[in-house]
């Protein structure tokens, strides 16, 4: 399926081309369907908010995250996302500061064995610093747990992309009559099964604890006390106690949907990030110079005033993202008329590239990356890079 996904990402890249060849939009016939690919930034936007109900492609993920903010219905995304909107406002995101610095340094160590040696996929140690601050702002797992719940549950999330894109791409399987005794839905019963005997319990015990006042401060487990935080999913369980906002299936749909966005989507958008900037010396150096400026020659940690002033870093993040969008694609269904004109994620990133690029000189060649379609943006053969120890 590698050569399938590949072949898909340069059809959808042709058709980009050309839509940016005709002035941002052009119309594609795909069987029956009717399809308008749209490459201008303003009009994409502007088409987001006005098109919010999705085409029936997004369906193929129904299971997994029925109520989550992916894929439900227009009339359930505009009642849940105002909900939860408070969890991920600034003045919270601030809070997880302290979290991301701590996993940010045990990233930057786990990364020490490699500096000197060959070429070294980095993914893997990326996913890994997502997974544990993920697992822990999220679903408040603690130290001990986030390594093996974790990473079981994201591995079983991670199947389940693979499986509705290789879906996608066998249009015979579109049609849910013949999808239903397919060898592709047992497999995805079965991860289904792994991520709810995973993530249920985990609901119900903080459920437990929240309503006996026995919840354990995780955050206690941090080197810090400053930037205290409340996982989401005690936010979500609060709501559902005080509001009736929630079902526990709610919650999980919605932690599933959470954890494919920011696990997979942030862990493939900064090793791509690591790549470009170890393929351009000069872009890297004034990327330094810049932490120079802000830190000295001291290795404190990041705040979120120090997030503010790292402008160099925070506008190479947004060109490698426009260079290589993690999810290339983003579909709607046009259901009313529209006239064209032609979050957490990026502090996650810059506090990870601070600790990385203070302490090592990257090198990379993106030129010759060739790129494949598992719903991410994601390098055929890996992202890999070298590291050197700065003096």
Known sequence: MLGDRKHLWDFFRRIQLYALKEGGVCKVSLGPHTVYVICDPEDSLKLSNICLNKPYLYDFMEALGKNGLVTAEASIWKRHRKLLNPAFNQQVLNTYV????????????QLAPKVGKEPFDVRHYIVNYILAIITRT?????????????????????????????????????LSYIYKWSALKRRENQLLDKVKDIINPIIRKRKSELITNNVP??????????????????????LAEERNAFTD???????????????????????FILLVIGSYQNVQKRIFDELQEVFGHDDTDVTKQDLQKLVYLEAVIKESMRLYPVVPIIARKVDVEVNLSKLFSMMVMKVALVHIIRRYRVTGDINNVECEFD?????????HICLKART
């Open 98 to 109: 302290n979290e991301i610095n701590v996993q940010a340094r045990t990233l930057v160590s």
């Open 138 to 174: 999220l679903i408040g797992l603690s130290t001990n747990d986030h390594l093996g719940i974790g990473t079981d549950y994201t591995q079983a999330i991670d199947d389940l992309l693979i499986l509705y894109s290789n879906r996608i791409q066998k249009i015979w399987l579109h």
């Open 249 to 271: 299936d709610d919650i999980g749909q919605h932690l599933h949907t959470l954890v494919a966005a920011s696990y997979d989507t942030t862990s493939n958008a900064m090793a």
């Open 217 to 238: 401060d995780i955050n206690s487990e941090t080197t810090s006390t400053s930037g205290r935080f409340e996982p989401v999913v005690d936010q979500m369980l609060q």
């Open 375 to 383: 719903i991410v943006l994601k390098p055929m053969k890996g992202h």
